[in-house]
DNA sequence: AAAACATATCTAAAATTCTAGATATGTAAA
DNA sequence: TTTACATATCTAGAATTTTAGATATGTTTT
């Protein structure tokens, strides 16, 4: 059975920011958080990065920054459809740092 | 039933840093990880805060000002004997996180 | 092919964290 | 009651993070 490793710290520097903590949290349920998107009607590979600005008010440069560093963590997913890239959580990395924390710390 | 409240951003803030994810892991098992001390022959209230130094190879300020940090976040409790000051893991509160995390992350 | 749009990257200033030397405080020993 | 010892606090420079404007890249539309 494949374990996905993660880094304590790496991942807890990516929490250590309310801002990127509100992401994940908004990326669990984007029906509950987010309008629906324009070319597709749903959001299978999460949700494009415009959305998640607006819903921060931060600038487009620094959410984009914030996206860079969680998909560096394997936090988050990438994916581009046409002009835009959505978002997606990567569960598994995050259940892994749960389960580190359990068995670590 | 007594629910300890945590605030994830102030808690992932200590995890984000190597030297005190390691002085908790370290606090889990002092026997272990920790000479005994001289004047008591248990670790029931922790260890003392040059033991953590001599482990660490920092300062005395910066673990100094580390286990404040970590006590302000309610992540270990100080107890003094005498000339020393010892610290332990506060396992409720380090539940409570993971407890959170699970439930809103 | 040009214009418009969405996102990424570059750059740099502001804010925060890290770190340790100097000093203060509290306790025990001489 | 001075001296030594353990830890805490103050101060400040170094390193890192935060943040956004400017610009670049990739895609779609006209």
Avoid at 50 to 55: A, E, M
Avoid at 82 to 92: H, L, Q
Wanted: with cysteine; glycine share 4%; aromatic share 10%.
């Amino acid at each position: 059975m494949y374990v996905c490793n993660v880094n304590i710290v790496e991942i807890s520097k990516i929490l250590s920011n309310q801002t990127r903590v509100d992401i994940l949290k908004w990326l669990k349920d984007p029906e509950a958080n987010f309008p629906p998107h324009q070319d597709i009607d749903h959001f299978d590979d999460g949700v494009c990065v415009g959305f998640i600005q607006d819903k921060t008010g931060l600038s487009q440069s620094t959410i984009s920054t914030y996206l860079n560093s969680m998909q560096n963590a394997r936090l988050v997913i990438p994916t581009r459809h046409g002009k835009w890239t959505y978002y997606k959580r990567n569960d598994d990395v995050i259940q892994a740092y749960m389960k580190s924390l359990k068995e670590e710390l």
